[in-house]
Each structure stands twice: as structure tokens, then as C-alpha cells.
């Protein structure tokens, strides 16, 4: 057992490697510089506090959809959804953060609160869609995701919108509810221990309460949950209930602490990059902040390297893409682990 | 001896740990029907699986007339003459008979699909070989005896020489076997190789040349069929005498923990398949069911352990109404229930040991003694079920895919006898386990027996009905046609008749009940 998941392990560093590779060949084959590109995206985050701190930045968002995609996966559902509990947590939070007059230690929390249960809102409904009449999530929540950025900027556009910027901008948020950035000259704020916080709690959840139990047994073999008399249906609803939670949560974080103003015109892709972020944490939840640095660190050294060379950030999917392949091709160094099982069952007979 | 096939030292070892086969060696004369015998689980399937191409060997040479081949695929098997008809049928039920048969191999006219010479094409194909069919009826419109025609029909379009039939006669009735040994031979007079695979005794005397039996992966002896009693074939297969005698203590039942009054249920297709069931389990006694599979009583199962909903009637189960129920109430109610099909009822295979054994009590007080569950409880009820139910492993942290199908049931077994039940359902429980592991849950079963709890055996294995039972029924057609109150004064051959419907007895509703 012990033999496998070191297997796993080596296995997504491998996976790694290769993309990496082929994203040097890729950059060798397209640029001039291609040396100084590969220097600038490996080394670039760390060449200034300020590119650090993006960094760090970069991987509170993540944490918190990558851990609320990996609750869904491992009740063996879809979330699809979680960028559009992201951002409809973002926009309640905003709302809170515009209209609400409290003392600064409660504001943020009510407006973390509020961006949550927005999100739990958001998350319930597919839940509750495929429990009761089986309609997939992976559609009802990718839909979603375009049902509530309308709703949102609706609600900003139209009752919160600054008029009076040259942009298309929300009222900015009250001073109170900021989540102040403790360590200039970066950005880094307190939501980095609400992200703490979240992992804590989804690793419990998940790992030591009697819910996430019945939630990952529904996840390994929904048929065996049912007959040992956990309700799946129930388990099905309240995984994606929660999932949207912590997204929403998410989302409201990241408004209160970079942005004290909503100005996003698009979905920000932050659901999305969740799914990558589970999947290379293999739904663990102490794995999903380190998952979430490595793809910041990738974003932020292709996002210097863009800047500073004539490569495009774009080449940076290219290595995503490679490493998620690899990292979920069954079949990949599938070979290697059947003879490490081989050698041990001949051990054991 | 001519030998058209033979297969030497293979080996196989599952993804999963599981070693199918060790050094098995297997040999084929040409145009003779040879019996694969042995247990569920002994790795005759795996085998066959190997030389149809579907399972690479880790091990092992495989010469075909006389040169080595390497079977990468059922394509290359197909190419060299071997065919396989499998346990599950393969066919596509929406399309018809000649469909089915010339499926890959579609004769076409121009761009098109020629139905006419695939209709004549199968017609005679069917009359060569003496399989009637009819080529222009859909597959999902007749019984299972046609689809196995099917079958055999598809493998012969493929110009298979050496035909492999997997387990042919599990699904089918007696007048069917008849029929299906009477083509074998003929396909066999014709020049045909024939490859058997089951573990009826009975029929491999009637129908086989030559049997090899395996054992738990390897190989235990090749004999000629004529001068070898079922007693010797058996005795090889289990490594000992067969009738596992077990000490079955006297009882004295008590009330009755499980009712069912007529019970129906009717399937999605209008079917009914179960038809107005009636019993009792008292406390203290083993009831137990036969009857061939697919005679409703799966269904019937289900119903009473909370997994499928009546259409009609009532169970009542530790003087609790559950009809309906879902399996939390019916467990709550004190029913253990032993599936059918361990790996998707009883275990989550890469769950841990512990998961799996705490699975229906894991929000209990005493595994929760403040807001979390308690890891040290958990793991402390582990390993003392571990210890006592005597399962083979490592850690209880091992994930239960990693352990033998015997020792996966053990855990299935643990968890439901743990929880203290008044009413035992167990569904072909030793169903490809191992014969220690077999005696062990037997054992089990009857202690609890002993103990007060009641036990509905419900097994395909007349050898096990018939020596765990106090008293005996037989389901046929979805009703109980028989009714034994004393289990050991009826014989083998007077149950198979009630279990193939040839015989019924006058069951008047609830009759049965005491």
C-alpha cells in the first residue's frame, strides 16, 4: 500500500518533468531568447518580494476552489460550478462590503458569511438536481456558472454600479471590511488564514467527521453507501451544498482582500483552475494548498516571462495541459506499477 | 496424444494483487470437448481469458497447432480459429439474430448492408451446425437459450475451430442443456474442439472427454472423464471430500424475526417477478432457499434488506413493519444482510479495512464520542475484528480490494455478524470463496444461529442449502414451489426437481408460515 502511493507521487513529479520539458521545446522552438524565457518563468517569482507576493496571491483563490472542486470529486460528483460560486460569493460579499455599516473585526466576517452561503445557494442547486431527479451536475453546474455571472453583474451593473468612474465599476467597498494586507510591499492579506483555515476544515471534515465518512464511502461505491445505509441522496446534496461554501468563500476573500471593489467583467477562471488544482492534489485537502502555490508559481513565472521576453504566458497552458493528461492517464508508467504489484503479490504467495 | 493447443506455466497476477493462475499448464487434444473444472475463483476464467486474447500473462508459453502464438488480442485469437462464448452474453439487443452474427463481418452490396445474405448467411450457418435460430428476430425479444445460439453462431462466422464456452449452462433450463450438449457433440463430430468450462459435475460426465481441474489458481490434474467418478473430480477440485459436513446443532426455533406475506414485485419491463412470496424465519433456525439463479431471488433479497420496494405485500422484520424501507431502517431493525455481489454491495474496494468495517455504524455514539469520529475507536474496533473474524492482512488499513475474495467476504461477514442481528440475510455467501474461508463463515452463520438470530440462506449451492438448513424452500418462477421442514430428509435429486419447476408442491397462502 505504502509501495503505491509513493508510486502516486512519483508519478505526478514525473508527469511534471515532461511538461516542463516540452514546454522548454516548445519555447526553444518559438523564441529567440528561449534561455532567458525558460530563466525568467522558472526563477522569475522569486526574483522580487513584490513577484513573490503575486504569487502567494495567486494560490489563496486557488486553495479555496481547488479544495471545494476535491469535496465534490471525492463524493464522486462534478463541480463544474465552483467559478460561478466564486463569483456569485464574490458578488454577495461585495454587496455586504457596499451597504452594510459594521465595526471593522465583524464586517469582514459577515461579508465572508454572506459571499458563503451565496455560494452554498449556487451549489445546492445541482445538488438537489441530481439527488432528486438525477440530472447530471457536471451540466446543471457548468450552466450555472453563466446563470450566475448574469445575475451578478446584473446586481452590480444595475444597483451597485459607481457612475461617477470612468469604468465599469462597483460602489467601493467600505474600508471595514477589507482584509487588510499585512505585508507591503506585497498584497498578501488575512485571507491567506481564512485559506489555512479552510483547508483545516475540509481536511477534517472530510477525514474525521461522520458526514465526510459517509461522503467519501457514497464516493468510492455509491451502491455499497446505499446498502450500508448511509442516505446518499442526502450526502449527494450536502457535498455540493458545501463545496459551494467554501468557493463562496472564496470568492468573497478575494474580493475583501485584493480588489475592495468588484470590477470583473468576465468569469475569472478561478472555478476552472480549481480542477486543475484537485487533480494534481489528488483530492486531498492537505495537498490542495501546495497544488495551488505550483500552479500560481506556473502563472506567475509565465506572467513574468511574458513581460520580460518575447514568449506569450499562453505557452504555460501548454504545460498545464501535458501535466494534466499525464497526471490522469491511468495508463501512464501504468506498466511500472503492475510490476511493482506483481513483485509483491509473488512476495506474498 | 495429438495436441492442437497447449498452454504452459502461465501466469497472471491482477492489477489488484490477486494471483488468477500460477504456473498453469493446460493442453487441448484436437476434436475432443475438454471439461475446465474448479471452484469460483480457481482462475478458469483467467485462463481462457489468456488464451482468448482479453488478459496478458505475466507468464507462460501458449503453442497453437503446433507453433508458439502470442494472442495480443481477441483479434489475433479470432484470426487463428478460437472463439469464446462468454458468461455475459455479448450481443446487441436491439439489433436481430443475423445482425448480431455477421456484426463486423457485414456482407455488402455496393455501399450497402446486404441484409438478405446476412439473413441466408445465418441461415445457413444455423442449419450447418444444427443450432436453429430464427436470423430475422431481435435479440432482446428472445430467451436466453437462443442468445447462447447466438453466440456460439457469431464465434462460428468467425471460422472458430476451438471454441471456448464459459460456465454455458448457468443461465439455462434443463431442456436447454439437452439441447446445447446435443450441438456440442455435433459441432465436435464435425471436427470441432470444445473447451468447457464449469463446475456441474454432472454435466462435464455427460458431455467431456477429458477434464483438468484447478484449485485456487494452479493446476491440480488432468483425467480422463470416463474412468473418473464425480467423487474423484470433486475431491479434486476441493482438495477433499466434498460434502463439507457441518455440526449443525439441534434447535429449538423461537418467534418469528422475519415475515414476509405476499410479497410481489413486478420488474420495469411488466415482468413479475417475484409472485406472491410467503415465509417465516424464526429465531434460531436457518431457513434456507434454492433455487437456480434468476428465479427471483435477488429480487426478493433486495426487498426484504431495504434495497428495492415491493410492488405488493408486507415484511416485517424483527416485529418491525419495513415494507418499503430503506436499508438504514431496515438495519436499524436488526437485519444483517450478506449480498449477493460483494464488491458492489458489500465493500468499497479502496476504502481501508476499518472504512469498510464501520460502514453501518460509523454514526454511532461510540465511535463519535465528542464531534468527530474517533480515530482510536475506529481503528481499536479494527483490529479486534480483524483478530476475531480472522481476516488475512497486513493492517486493517489495508484498502480491501487488496485482499482475496475469501477474505473480502470475511470483511462483508464481520461487519454484519459484529452488529448483533436478530435476522441474518445471507445471499450466496461463499460464492467464490475459498474453502477455508468457507467453513469459517459456516461456521460463523450457525453460531449465530445458536445465538438467537435467524438465518435466510438463500444459495445456488444445494450442497450448502442442504447442510446449513434446518428447514428448506424452493423458489421457482419468482413463487416458492417447495416447502422442507426438516431439512435433512430430502435429497438432492427430489429438490432439483422442484428447482428446474418439474414438480410443485400445494402451497396454501401462508402455509408455509409455521
Avoid at chain 1, 98 to 103: C, H, K, S
Avoid at chain 1, 235 to 240: A, E, K, N, R
Amino acid at each position: 500500500m505504502k509501495k503505491e502511493h509513493v508510486f502516486e507521487v512519483v508519478r505526478s513529479l514525473v508527469a511534471i518533468l515532461l511538461a516542463m520539458l516540452l514546454g522548454f521545446i516548445v519555447t526553444y522552438l518559438v523564441s529567440k531568447q528561449p534561455g532567458e524565457a525558460f530563466q525568467s518563468f522558472l526563477t522569475g517569482p522569486f526574483t522580487s518580494p513584490r513577484r513573490f507576493g503575486n504569487l502567494i496571491e495567486a494560490a489563496i483563490p486557488l486553495t479555496f476552489t481547488g479544495l471545494a472542486v476535491s469535496m465534490a470529486f471525492q463524493a464522486a460528483q462534478f463541480n463544474i460550478g465552483a467559478e460561478g460560486q466564486f463569483f456569485f460569493g464574490a458578488t454577495a460579499a461585495t454587496i455586504v462590503g457596499i451597504t452594510v455599516p459594521a465595526p471593522g473585526w465583524l464586517h469582514p466576517i459577515l461579508a465572508l458569511a454572506v459571499g458563503g452561503v451565496a455560494g452554498a445557494f449556487v451549489g445546492w442547486i445541482p445538488g438537489v438536481l441530481k439527488a432528486r431527479w438525477g440530472a447530471s451536475e457536471l451540466v446543471s453546474s457548468l450552466m450555472l456558472n453563466y446563470v450566475f455571472f448574469r445575475v451578478g453583474m446584473y446586481l452590480i451593473n444595475y444597483h451597485y454600479r459607481d457612475t461617477t468612474a470612468g469604468a465599469m465599476v462597483s460602489l467601493p467597498l467600505k474600508e471595514t471590511s477589507w482584509l487588510t494586507q499585512f505585508l507591503p510591499p506585497t498584497r498578501i492579506h488575512y485571507g491567506i488564514f481564512v485559506a489555512i483555515l479552510a483547508v483545516i476544515f475540509t481536511y477534517l471534515f472530510l477525514y474525521r467527521s461522520r458526514w465526510g465518512y459517509a461522503l467519501r464511502m457514497t464516493g468510492l461505491n455509491l451502491p455499497f453507501a446505499n446498502y450500508s445505509g448511509i442516505n446518499t441522496t442526502s450526502v449527494i446534496t450536502y457535498s455540493q451544498v458545501i463545496s459551494g461554501v467554501v468557493a463562496g468563500i472564496g470568492g468573497a476573500v478575494e474580493m475583501l482582500g485584493i480588489y475592495h471593489r468588484f470590477q470583473w467583467l468576465a468569469l475569472p477562471g478561478y472555478g476552472f483552475d480549481g480542477i486543475i488544482v484537485a487533480i494534481l492534489a489528488r483530492n486531498n485537502p492537505l495537498g490542495i494548498p501546495l497544488a495551488a502555490l505550483f500552479l500560481a508559481y506556473l502563472r506567475t513565472g509565465a506572467d513574468i516571462m511574458a513581460r520580460t521576453t518575447d514568449v506569450s504566458a499562453e505557452m504555460i497552458t501548454v504545460i498545464q495541459a501535458v501535466m494534466i493528461l499525464l497526471v490522469t492517464a491511468q495508463a501512464f508508467l501504468a506498466g511500472w506499477k503492475h510490476r511493482i504489484v506483481v513483485k509483491e503479490a509473488k512476495q506474498s504467495v | 496424444m495429438d495436441v492442437l493447443l497447449e498452454m504452459k506455466g502461465i501466469e497472471k497476477i491482477y492489477p489488484n494483487g490477486v494471483v488468477a493462475n500460477q504456473g498453469v499448464d493446460f493442453s487441448v487434444a484436437p476434436g475432443e470437448i475438454h471439461a475446465l473444472v474448479g471452484e469460483n475463483g480457481a482462475g478458469k476464467t483467467t485462463l481462457m481469458k489468456i488464451l482468448f486474447g482479453l488478459e496478458q500473462p505475466e507468464g507462460g508459453t501458449i503453442t497453437y497447432k503446433g507453433k508458439p502464438l502470442h494472442i495480443a488480442s481477441p483479434h489475433v485469437a479470432i484470426a487463428n480459429g478460437i472463439g469464446m462464448v462468454h458468461q455475459h452474453f455479448m450481443l446487441v439487443p436491439s439489433l436481430s439474430i443475423a445482425e448480431n452474427v455477421v456484426l463486423g463481418l457485414e456482407p455488402k452490396r455496393g455501399l450497402s448492408f446486404d441484409w438478405k445474405t446476412a439473413v441466408s448467411q445465418t441461415e445457413e450457418l444455423a442449419a450447418r451446425y444444427n443450432l436453429p435460430v430464427n436470423p430475422t428476430a431481435r435479440v432482446q425479444d428472445i430467451p436466453v437459450g437462443m442468445r447462447q445460439k447466438v453466440e456460439i453462431l457469431k464465434a462460428l462466422m468467425r471460422g472458430a475451430e476451438l471454441l471456448v464456452l464459459d460456465e454455458p449452462t448457468a443461465v439455462l433450463t434443463p431442456q436447454e442443456t439437452t439441447e446445447l450438449f446435443a450441438a456440442l457433440k455435433k459441432l465436435k463430430s464435425q471436427g470441432h474442439t470444445i473447451i468447457f468450462i464449469s463446475h456441474k459435475l454432472r454435466e462435464v460426465k455427460e458431455i467431456s472427454d477429458r477434464v483438468t481441474v484447478m484449485r485456487a489458481g494452479r493446476l491440480i490434474g488432468v483425467t480422463d472423464t470416463a474412468t473418473a467418478t464425480e467423487r474423484d473430480i470433486s475431491r479434486m477440485m476441493v482438495g477433499r471430500d466434498v460434502v463439507l459436513h457441518v455440526d449443525k446443532p439441534p434447535t429449538t426455533p423461537g418467534d418469528a424475526v422475519l415475515r414476509v406475506e405476499g410479497v410481489r414485485y413486478v420488474a420495469d419491463t411488466g415482468k413479475e417477478v417475484v409472485k406472491g412470496v410467503s415465509f417465516e424465519v424464526r429465531a434460531g433456525e436457518v431457513l434456507g432457499i434454492a433455487g437456480v439463479e434468476g428465479n427471483g431471488q435477488r429480487e426478493l433479497v433486495e426487498i426484504l434488506t431495504g434495497l428495492r420496494k415491493p410492488s405488493a405485500g408486507r415484511v416485517i422484520a424483527a416485529g418491525k413493519n419495513v415494507t418499503g424501507k430503506d436499508c438504514r431502517a431496515v438495519r436499524q431493525a436488526g437485519v444483517g444482510h450478506i449480498p449477493e455481489d460483494r464488491m458492489t454491495h458489500g465493500v468499497a474496494g479502496l476504502g481501508t479495512i476499518e472504512e469498510n468495517l464501520i460502514a453501518d455504524r460509523y454514526d454511532s455514539k461510540a465511535l463519535n464520542p465528542r464531534f468527530l469520529l474517533s480515530l482510536k475507536s475506529v481503528s481499536e474496533l479494527g483490529k479486534k475484528l480483524v483478530k476475531e473474524f480472522d481476516i488475512r492482512t497486513q493492517s486493517p488499513k489495508t484498502p480491501v480490494k487488496m485482499l482475496s475474495g475469501g477474505n473480502i467476504q470475511k470483511v462483508v461477514v464481520a461487519r454484519e455478524f459484529s452488529a448483533n442481528p436478530k435476522l441474518i440475510v445471507a445471499n450466496q455467501p461463499t460464492r467464490g470463496v475459498d474453502v477455508g474461508a468457507t467453513e469459517f463463515i459456516h461456521k460463523k452463520l450457525l453460531e449465530n444461529c445458536a445465538e438467537g438470530a435467524g438465518v435466510l440462506l438463500i444459495s445456488a449451492d444445494l450442497n450448502e442449502v442442504m447442510s446449513l438448513s434446518h428447514r428448506l424452500a424452493v423458489m421457482y418462477g419468482g413463487e416458492i414451489v417447495a416447502v422442507f421442514p426438516n431439512a435433512d430428509e430430502v435429497t438432492e435429486e427430489e429438490l432439483g426437481l422442484y428447482m428446474l419447476g418439474v414438480k410443485r408442491m400445494k402451497l396454501a397462502a401462508g402455509s408455509e408460515a409455521s
